[in-house]
């Protein structure tokens, strides 16, 4: 049986699936929420604001685990219900072969992976196309780290002596009618605790970012880059979902593996090494294993040299340490390409010799 | 021509044996039952014929082919089910046949034509998940005629049906018949085979206890109910009957097995030995009394 005819079955079989496309419009809908809350009016620990030409980047910086988490959680359910409807079976009896049903499975895991990929960047460019045509411009000041700044807490504390004072001082060379007046606000602890951050606010140092290029091109190489990293990491997550759906075959078993795995396990790998081993140990071995090994090429400071120069001109206003990122292409691109080769290898040989 | 045969097909899980040595042999045409009590191995043995169960031991062939990847050309020559009707909820009835057509490489405008045959026309637009048993187990019955296989493999097609259903399957399942197909069906609807099939074979606890041609298999077991004023003389007489395999006496009755069903040559062989019936008279075997007996517990081995 041809490849097309393979993925013409899973077409039919996952397009009339409505939490297919649930999970996809949820994944929409929290892309939108978190870029737009960037052209919207910035909110604390964003890095920086969405212009093109740095818009895929920055959607890839911003999505975070939350695509692969949602990867993981369609494709396990796409998968374990052919077992637990026993349709695995019919199709095995209809007349495809063990090798063509899991064949045609991976090809639908693949699609998945990209359909999560495309939606992600689909949302920043529409949010960027939305911020050109409107002029809204970014908003958000703080830097790359979410931390205040050192001179930014001074300032804070500067201000609300400052505002304190003032205000004391109002109420005592104030006349009578003014006191009643004044004191409404002075009194007040809280509102002039709130006027003070307000004043803090205002003298925080700003961000300063290179100006947006209204001519450049909605996607770039680097953009392309970007994308087809967090692709490959798509994938290595969908294959790691892959595997576990189709040897646990069990919705529940195979998702609570991979959240605790994905959420913990792999963070407690590290901790024993460095208890029981060493912190050099730790260091060699943490970065290999899957979750980390997968999340690097989703980074897309390693692939787009102009967003991370943006980074660094933004960093720098504020005096903060400049952005660096290993491009290693093993580690980048031969580790994933590995971890996903073991997981679809084990996932076949364990599959074709178990019965359905 | 021997569409299916199996020789010492044998499955075990851990210490239990499912299937023990079965050898089958279903020729063209054949309406073939496959007989037996819960867990005596039906499901197992048509999972291993269908690929999906990997045999312990033995071997089978169809169509004449035997092993690997031409084995599974033959499958393509199959319509069959396994124990439940096995489709996505989501889809219509006619999705899940397009999707098992797909498989089959059956032209989709063969749908509507099975759709008719089950009956399910009118609700083919309806989800899967919300069809009665009956309408289930007929759109698993259309699925399997998609592309007019040379076999049809069905395991408890009955399963849950009215009578009404189980009429109208019985009707598809010959209708099926008369267009060629050899059909292959394990149930425990001893009156259904009875009524369908030419041929069966009879499990128990994984072994093949009888096998023959569903008319041999009642015939030769005639029960011939005979009495007379004298009792000892009618005992004597039996007992030196040469066709006689056994009597059972009840009341005034007494019950010879045969191992014809020549009831005249009985009637001479008394008459001739001064012996007159008062009462003569056939009690054919229904195939439940040859099933029970045969699944007996007692009924150690079996003498097939
Ligand atoms: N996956 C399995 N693991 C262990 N034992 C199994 C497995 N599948 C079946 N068996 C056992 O094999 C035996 C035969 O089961 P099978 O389902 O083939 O019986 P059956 O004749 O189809 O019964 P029924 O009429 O109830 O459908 C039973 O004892 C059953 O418990
Ligand atoms: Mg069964």
Known sequence: MKIGSLIGIEYLKTVKRRAFWVAL??????????????????????????????????????????????????????????????????????????????????????????????????????????????????????????????????????????????????VRTATDSQRVLVSRQADSTQAALRQALRDARAQRPRAVYPPPDPGAPLVSLGDLKVFA??????????????????LLRSTGGAIGVFMLYFAFLEQMIGLLLRRFGSADLANKVVPYLPVNALRGPTNPNVWHEAHVERLNAVAASLGQARVTADADMMKLVGLPLAWIGVFVLVTFLVFRKRDL | MTILETSGLTKRYG??????????????????????????????????????????????RMFGRDGGDELHAARRRIGATLETPNFYPYLSGRDNLRVAARIKGVAEDRIGEALDIVGLT????????????????????????????????????????????????REIILALAARGATIFLSSHLLNEVERTCTHVAILRSGKVVRQSAVRDLVAGATVASVASDDLAALRRIVAE????????????????????????????????????????????????????????KDAVGGAA
């Open chain 2, 122 to 169: 009118g609700r083919q637009k309806d989800a899967f998940r919300k069809y009665s048993l009956g309408m289930k187990q007929r759109l698993a019955l259309a699925a399997t005629m998609l592309g007019d296989p040379e076999l049809i493999i069905l395991d408890e097609p009955a399963n849950g049906l009215d009578p009404e259903g189980m009429r109208e399957v």
């Open chain 2, 15 to 60: 210490r239990l044996t499912a299937v023990d040595h079965v050898s089958l042999s279903v020729e063209k045409g054949q309406v073939f039952g496959f007989l037996g009590p819960n867990g005596s191995g039906k499901t197992t043995t048509i999972g291993m014929l269908l690929g999906i169960i990997t045999p312990s031991g033995g071997a089978f």
């Open chain 1, 25 to 170: 419009a949820f994944l929409a809908f929290l892309s939108t929420v978190a870029m737009g809350s960037e052209l919207m009016g910035g909110r604390r620990g964003v890095s920086a604001p969405l212009v093109a030409p740095y818009s895929w980047a920055m959607a890839a910086g911003e999505m975070g685990p939350m695509p692969a988490f949602f990867l993981a959680l369609t494709i396990v359910m796409l998968v374990t219900s052919e077992f637990s409807w026993r349709t695995a079976r019919q199709n095995v009896i209809d007349g495809l072969s063990k090798e063509q049903f899991f064949t045609a499975k991976w090809l639908m895991a693949t699609m998945v992976a990209l359909a999560f990929t495309i939606v992600p960047f689909a949302v920043a460019t529409g949010v960027t196309i939305y911020g050109r045509v409107t002029g809204a411009t970014p908003t958000s000041t703080l830097a790359p780290s979410s931390a205040p700044s050192s001179a930014e807490q001074a300032a804070t504390h500067a201000a609300f002596a400052d505002s304190t004072r003032k205000a004391l001082a109002t």
């Open chain 1, 229 to 246: 990293g967090f692709f490959l990491g798509s994938l290595g997550f969908a294959a790691m979902a892959f595997m576990l759906a189709m």
């Open chain 2, 241 to 296: 009957y040469p066709a006689a395999t056994g009597t059972e006496e009840r009341g005034d009755r007494l019950f010879v097995h045969l191992a014809d069903d020549d009831l005249a040559s009985l009637n001479r062989f008394a008459h001739e030995r001064g012996v007159t019936f008062s009462h003569l008279a056939v009690e054919k075997r229904t195939l439940e009394d040859v099933f029970i007996e045969a699944t007996a």
